[in-house]
């Protein structure tokens, strides 16, 4: 049987790399290139660009993973809810202490026309009528603050707090504001469905505020046949009120701090990331830190050292997964941001030793498979002490190479399945090395074409162990089987 040998060049981080495409990385030589960087995920921005943009990144991304021979998955971010201002005369606006500025619920302001100086909109046209007096009113990533003062008929009106200068269609957030809003909108219900139409991996859902939105959202995509797993992006106070709910519903959560320190206090935010890692490892799902993570090489070669440190946290905090956004879309140097972030994981990687950070599973949880977590707790725990060069685990659906990612044994995991989606779907598993091509109805067979593979690619020589995690047939719904196989 001929080995397919996927790209091992730079060696894989265990922490996944995630990695928005834009104007700077959208061409297939420039994926390509990220790609061969580290890049595990490559995520759409579906607020960013239009329906033809989209189509063409996603094909592009596919072809690439081909001609590389490699899985990488697609994380399509839904916009959500997200609140912008109109037009600005000039485009921008400087907010000085004390002045004071309008909000009017205009719809023809709104949808182009440039209002009067110190005039706002907002593409959310019933603002006014959910504002209160003495509601916060953050704009431009919090850095202008406003509160209420008056409100009258379609306008209201508010005092600038902390000075600063706004510009057209940047972002609005009303911290402590419970909006009627939807999560879902005519536009995020669109995309969804071209999601779930062109088998895109993981749909991001934004601006989460209860399980039962995420719910929403997994029922449409399932309507339409999709197997695609749910992202809840925690970035709303209501999210934290409910996390285990949102946890428990979603099939893995992403810290999107940039609008999540608007809307709380930003002096919580390191605190607030560290308890959703913990909470996303004890439930066994995946969770991506975003937002600034190497913000400085947008126009840097270079990051910061603070920026190389709030990586290497993020990492010896539990998460699976690190994630560039305009580092990669629209910087000036998307490789070598994703050449540094790989650089840092391997560097924190190495200083791990045999840290269990990750907390045991909270075996009451519903979807936990108690045979399957001590099967693959006793497999890495065996893999460590016999000194095996790799696990191998065999999963449908990729549930048991979550499972082993989620107790961060230090082996690496080679994952294989009969499903191309599978594979995809482990790009985001910590430790998993997605192989695609093994045979995985035969143990026997699978085990012969791991070790050509891995002698391959040099990883294996005489002498040297695997483990494998794989079921007897007798109990059909837990992997239950651990070989140790010493090569010849």
Known sequence: MPVSQPLLTPRPSQTKIVATVGPASGDPSQLAELLHAGVDVFRVNMAHGDRGEHQARLASIRQVSADVGRPVAVLADLAGPKIRLGELPDGQLMCDADDRVRFVADAALAAGEQPAPGVLTTTYEPLVAELAVSDRVMLADGTVSLVVEELGEGYAQCRVVQPGLIRSRQGVNLPGVKLRVPALGPADLDN???????????????????????????????????????????????????LNEIIEAADGLMVARGDLGVEIDIARVAMVQKEIVAACNRFRKPVIIATQMLDSMQHSRLPTRAEVTDVANAILDGADACMLS?????????????????????????????????????????????????????????????GARLVVVASASGATALSMAKNRHL????????????????CLYWGVIPLPGAPTGDPRALLRY??????????????????????TGLAVTAHNMVVVHELE
Request: hydrophobic content about 45%; some cysteine; overall charge negative.
């Open 450 to 471: 791991v070790t050509d593979w891995g002698r391959a690619a040099g990883l294996l020589a005489s002498a040297d162990r695997i483990v494998l995690v794989a079921g």
């Open 411 to 426: 082996v690496p995991t080679l994952g294989v399945s009969d499903s191309a989606a599978t594979l995809q779907r482990m």
């Open 326 to 386: 305009g580092e990669t879309a629209v910087g000036q140097y998307p490789r070598q941001a994703v050449e540094m972030m790989h650089r840092i994981a391997l560097a924190t990687e190495s200083l791990c030793g045999g840290q269990k950070a990750i907390p045991l599973p909270d075996l009451t949880i519903e979807g936990i498979n108690q045979i399957t977590e001590a099967t693959v707790y006793a497999a890495g725990q065996m893999a460590e002490e016999l």
């Open 192 to 242: 969804a469905v071209w999601a779930a139409q062109n088998g895109v991996d993981f749909v991001g859902l934004s601006f989460v505020r209860s399980a039962d939105e995420v719910r929403q959202l997994k029922t449409l995509l399932q309507s339409h046949n999709s197997d695609a797993r749910v992202i809840a992006k925690i970035e709303k106070p209501e999210a934290l009120d409910r």
